[in-house]
């Protein structure tokens, strides 16, 4: 499972909402430069969608966090990388919002022309970003979820159903092929750049993965969701340009689709039929659902963006105070309310090839760094458990190299570099839009005295206006396998308990890190096998774990295990590169070989009576240690220790609790 709380439908939800509504908007730009090529741009996207998909997924299931691709850049790379890919993304969500509330208006003017064009164009679009900040800022709901998926699948069913009567109308394979010539109609310059435009589709995936720590997901399901995405956005998207390119065939160096239909395309697709009544059903109910799903796309790309900025300013890449949530619903409302305020200022130049050529960079880079993000993390983590592995992966260097992330890589990163060259907005505004953040991230990290490249996290509670006392956001705790895990879970959920809010979501409360270490003797290698009672016991301990600590409100468990050579060493990496705020650890029960006042000796109890793993953690910890153990006043005398659990002696793997430094 890769969370809990939303479901499956979440999932579908926020990638189909992207899926269906893109090729309202897109499609216009894209046939203003691909021309006749347009269906095989859109297939070569499919194969880009594909990729991502899977990229993203085994991201999402690797680190379940809110973010995305900036998550898998902070654990693929560091805080610097992950700062870019996430800046890069943010733009394109101001940018889909302004999109999608413009585009919205177009399509609404089916009913009233006025509506299309003009200030009163402006002023609905500007209404319908209001609409969705306001929407955000209230918080997002199960129910929400429920609604949007009946209008996404009701959206795609008319799509599917205009392609088959438009192909059996307008389908003529000369008037499709015969303007086609390469190099000059189109150019491959205004190809490559459509390309670029057609990846609009992929920003479904950085929302979704925004909800991965909330969301119940199967490993089937998530492979059944890769194939229906991509099969729907190749039917779907080849399909309706298939159709369009046909109805409105390139004469010359254009097509009637852009000249005319630009901003409205698929309402230009329904307008061509000579019936009247199957072109006024068709002209009605694509308005309807154009504008419904428009919407509900910029609600998606807000409720991305909102989750993105609030882990950016969590994470100190951007100043927390942007990220300061509402008192009461708990959402970061001053980072709505800015991207609304920019995606309005985008929408007044009435330019929707300029934006979707900006929103091309910030996808492409996202994308690229996303790719390059697993192929780093195949290496890093490579025995860290994945829900879902990129297929078709090969040994390279002494790791599993995923060959479709480096297809995927490649891809991206070129058609990036032809976006940049061949677009000027682009360029100009996409460089201008990184140089201003990395500026800021520099700036603010110095000014705070903090690493560029490493981890820093503001706890959740620090970031509410109003707050009484500033509890531990992140608590890591290092399990045992004894019964004093049950203590150390119950101490971390007592220190990090917050009422969990609605607007957030699960991960909008504090997070225990339950972590399984096993250490493995320098006589083996590191990746070593290990015996299936060691593997079972970690997981009985990680599932208890779990069950105790999210009977706490507001307390999110979050299970991993590791492979060290000493457990101490490897207690203070995963604190540091987790970012966590405290340690809860299990000290060794007191010696009492040295008798003491304990059995009437003289001397007090060993000197090293909290172990050499505990001493460590406590000297080199950068976090607050907290230690749970046995009362040394009068205990009752020990009992027999249990039977160990079965071990790997036989391999000379050690199965005695993770807390020692031998």
């Known amino acids: 499972m890769l969370g809990r709380g939303l479901g499956q439908p979440a999932l579908f939800a926020i990638v189909y909402t992207a899926v269906a509504s893109s090729i309202y908007f897109s499609l216009g730009v894209v046939a203003d430069h691909a021309l006749g090529l347009t269906p095989i741009v859109f297939l070569v996207a499919g194969l880009f969608f594909a990729l991502a998909a899977m990229t993203y997924v085994e991201g999402a299931s690797l680190h379940p966090e809110r973010a995305g691709s900036t998550v898998f850049a902070r654990y693929g790379f560091n805080e610097l990388v992950s700062f870019i890919a996430g800046w890069a993304i943010l733009l394109d969500y101001t940018i889909l919002i302004a999109v999608t509330a413009f585009s919205a208006t177009n399509y609404m003017a089916a ?5 299309g064009h003009g200030s009163l164009e402006i002023v609905l679009a500007l209404g319908i970003v209001v609409y969705v900040a306001v929407r955000n800022v209230r918080g997002f ?22 392609i088959v009567i438009g192909l059996a109308t307008f389908f003529n394979y000369d008037e499709l092929v015969n303007p086609i010539h390469l190099g000059t109609t189109p150019k491959w310059n205004d190809v490559i750049f459509a390309l670029g435009v057609a990846t609009v589709v992929f920003t479904g995936l950085e929302s979704a993965a925004g909800l991965s720590g909330e969301v119940t997901a199967s490993r089937g399901s998530l492979k059944r969701l890769i194939g229906s995405a991509t099969i729907v956005v190749m039917v779907v998207y080849v399909g309706i340009a298939l159709v369009a390119m046909t109805a409105f065939p390139v004469a010359g160096n254009a097509t009637g689709l852009s000249r005319y239909y630009l901003e409205a395309p698929v309402l230009g697709i329904a307008e061509s039929f000579d019936n009247d009544w199957l072109s006024d059903f068709f002209k009605y109910t694509i308005a309807i659902a154009a504008t419904a799903t428009l919407i509900a ?46 995606a309005g200022a985008l929408i007044v130049p009435e330019d929707l090839d300029f934006l979707v050529g900006i929103y091309a960079f910030g996808a492409l880079m996202g994308l690229t760094i996303a790719h390059l993000s697993i192929i780093s993390l195949r290496y890093k983590e490579p025995d860290r458990e994945r829900f879902y592995s990129v297929p078709l992966s090969v040994p390279f260097r002494g790791g599993s190299l995923p060959l479709p992330a480096v297809v995927g890589a490649l891809l991206s990163a070129a058609a990036w570099v032809s976006v940049v060259v061949t677009h000027a907005g682009a360029r100009y505004v996409g460089f201008g839009w990184m140089a201003f953040g990395l500026a800021t991230y520099v700036i603010y990290r110095r000014v705070e005295g903090k690493s560029l490249l490493k981890r820093v996290m503001v706890p959740e509670a620090a970031l509410k206006l ?24 119950q101490t971390a959920g007592r220190l990090a308990g917050e009422e969990r809010d609605e607007g957030l979501g699960d991960e909008a409360g504090s997070t225990i890190e339950a972590l399984w270490i096993f250490e493995v003797p320098m006589a083996l290698p590191i990746d070593a096998r290990l015996p299936d009672a060691q593997l079972e016991r970690a997981r009985a301990a990680l599932r208890r774990a779990k069950a105790v600590g999210e009977e706490y409100e507001g307390v999110e468990v979050a299970t991993a295990t590791v ?27 007191p010696s009492r070989i040295r008798g ?6 003289r001397g007090g109890p060993m000197d090293n009576f909290v172990g050499d793993a505990t001493k460590y953690v406590v000297s080199k910890a950068a976090c607050e240690v907290i230690l749970t153990a046995p009362p040394s006043s009068d205990p009752p005398v020990a009992e027999p220790a249990p039977p160990a659990a079965p071990s790997a002696t036989d391999q000379g793997i050690s199965a005695a609790p993770p807390l020692r430094e031998d």
């Open 596 to 601: 003491g006042a304990l059995l009437g000796g």
């Open 297 to 342: 796309a910029a609600n998606s790309a807000m409720l991305g963006l909102s989750r993105l900025a609030y882990s950016l300013s969590r994470n100190r890449q951007i100043p927390s105070a942007l990220g300061r949530l509402h008192p009461t619903r708990s959402t970061p409302f001053v980072l709505i309310v800015i991207a609304a305020a920019i």
């Open 111 to 115: 009913f009233w022309g006025d509506l």
């Open 466 to 489: 109003e707050r009484e006392e500033l509890e531990f956001g992140s608590i890591l705790v290092p399990l045992t396998g004894t019964p004093l895990d049950d203590d150390m879970i």
């Open 563 to 589: 492979r060290a050579r000493r457990a101490g060493a490897a207690i203070v990496e995963e604190a540091r590169r987790r970012g966590v705020q405290a340690i809860v650890l299990a000290a060794e029960e």
């Open 141 to 162: 709901s199960k129910t929400r979820v429920n609604r949007v998926t009946a209008l996404v699948i009701a959206d795609i069913g008319l799509q599917l159903l205009l």
